[in-house]
C-alpha cells in the first residue's frame, strides 16, 4: 500500500512548491510530477504512475483539475483507477473516490458534464439550423478523387498497393475511399 503524489502544472514557468508543500503531511510514497497541459490524459507522467500504481494504494493529488481539466478525462481516469483497486483522493475538493460520498460526487460530476454536453450538441444543432435557414451554412466539404486516380486504381488492382495505400495517395482515410468508390461504381452503372 504506497501513498502516492501527482503534481501538475500546466507551465514550465510555473511553480509547483504549493502543491509539493501540501503533500507533505500524507506520507508520499511515491511522486510524479510533470509540467504539462492537462487539456488530455496523454502525459507521460500520468501515464508513468497510472502503471506504477497497485491494488490498495492511493493517489493523492492537490484537486481534480490536476488530474484532468474536462470532466469526462477526469471520471475516464477514477473510472481506471478504481478498477485497479486504487483510491483516489483530492486535497482541495476533500473527496475520496473510495467512500459513498466521494463516488456520489463524482456520479454527479459525471450526470453534471452529461447534462452540459448534451446542452452543448443541442446548441450547436441550434445554431446549425439557424445558418442553414440563412444559407450560411456549407457543411464539410466533400472529398473528391484527385486528378491521378485511374492511374493509382490501376495500380490497386494489379495488386501494385494496398487500399490503405491507395486512400493514402489520394489523400482521404480508408472510409473516404470506401465511399467515394462506391459512388463511383453508381455513376460507371448509369454511363
Known sequence: MANIAYIRVSAIDQNEGRQIEMMKGYNIDETFTEKASGKDTDRPQLQAMIKFARKDDTIYVESFSRLARNTIDLLNLIDTMTKKGIKVISIKE????????????????????????????????????????????????????????????????????????????????????DRLLKERGKERAGE
Open 94 to 177: 476533500g473527496l475520496d473516490s473510495s467512500t459513498p460520498s466521494g463516488k456520489l460526487m463524482l456520479t454527479m460530476i459525471g450526470a453534471i458534464a452529461t447534462f452540459e454536453r448534451d446542452n452543448m450538441l443541442e446548441r450547436q444543432r441550434e445554431g446549425i439550423a439557424l445558418a442553414k435557414a440563412e444559407g450560411k451554412y456549407k457543411g464539410r466539404q466533400a472529398k473528391s478523387l484527385p486528378a491521378n486516380f485511374e492511374g493509382i486504381y490501376k495500380q490497386y488492382q494489379n495488386r501494385e498497393i494496398t487500399k490503405s495505400k491507395m486512400a493514402e495517395l489520394c489523400e482521404v482515410s480508408r472510409p473516404v475511399l
